[in-house]
Antibody
Framework: QVQLVESGGGVVQPGRSLRLSCAASGFTFSSYGMHWVRQAPGKGLEWVAVIWYDGSIKYYGDSVKGRCSISRDNSKNTLYLQVDSLRAEDTAVYYC???????????WGQGTLVTVSS | QSALTQPRSVSGSPGQSVTISCTGT?????????ASWHQHHPGKGPKLMIY???KRPSGVPARFSGSKSGNTASLTISGLQAEDEADYYC??????????FGGGTKVTVL
């Protein structure tokens, strides 16, 4: 079965960088686009970024554009999200999700918590 | 880009039906038939319940249905059950390889 496991979260100081990982299994990772979505405490879901199956297309949400970089290593079945110049408002649970052929986010991980605090 | 508009909460007794609306614009919900709905229990990863406005993934009960009219998508849960109590988020493709979510609706089973 499809499994997505995020890691790399933790407490980070403002202004620092963090790289999140999402390990995929149970499907042909190299054939699927992937998303990152986040949820700040007490808030709703916010779309962060998408990457095409081969890494050829990458797009970002307005709130992270210029500070985030999505990437993938198909040989390791792993998705990444690099977030730079972290701010308090980046505090959130970060989820990875698959991009279906119907443009939906169809499988989700359990999330990893990032807390930006001094 | 503002989030899609959903009611903060809806509630119903077991066996009743509830409908959640999701209002966007012609640039997202109204412009594409790619609205989806996701169920989110706290502490877990979200689960896709409806895609392409009205299609159900395998394993999702038939009591969940979706529809769209103009710039508003809707999720209906018929025959409400205790396990349906959760947060529900709509999501739409918004063009230029971007997506947008609604603010979320808390469904309470009375």
């Amino acid at each position: 079965q499809v499994q997505l496991v995020e890691s790399g979260g933790g407490v980070v100081q403002p202004g620092r960088s963090l790289r999140l990982s999402c390990a995929a299994s149970g499907f042909t990772f190299s054939s699927y686009g992937m998303h990152w979505v986040r949820q700040a405490p007490g808030k709703g879901l916010e779309w962060v970024a998408v990457i095409w199956y081969d890494g050829s297309i990458k797009y970002y949400g307005d709130s992270v554009k210029g500070r985030c970089s999505i990437s993938r290593d198909n040989s390791k079945n792993t998705l990444y999200l690099q977030v730079d110049s972290l701010r308090a408002e980046d505090t959130a649970v970060y989820y990875c999700a698959t991009l279906s052929s119907s443009w939906a986010l169809d499988y989700w991980g359990q999330g990893t918590l990032v807390t930006v605090s001094s | 880009q503002s989030a899609l508009t959903q009611p903060r909460s809806v509630s119903g007794s077991p066996g009743q039906s509830v409908t959640i609306s999701c209002t966007g614009t012609s640039s997202d919900v109204g412009g594409y038939d790619f609205a989806s709905w996701h169920q989110h229990h706290p502490g877990k990863g979200p689960k896709l319940m409806i895609y392409d406005v009205s299609k159900r993934p395998s394993g999702v009960p038939a009591r969940f249905s979706g529809s769209k009219s103009g710039n508003t998508a809707s999720l209906t849960i018929s025959g409400l059950q205790a396990e349906d109590e959760a947060d529900y988020y709509c999501c739409s493709f918004a063009g230029s390889y971007t997506w947008i979510f609604g603010g979320g609706t808390k469904v309470t089973v009375l």
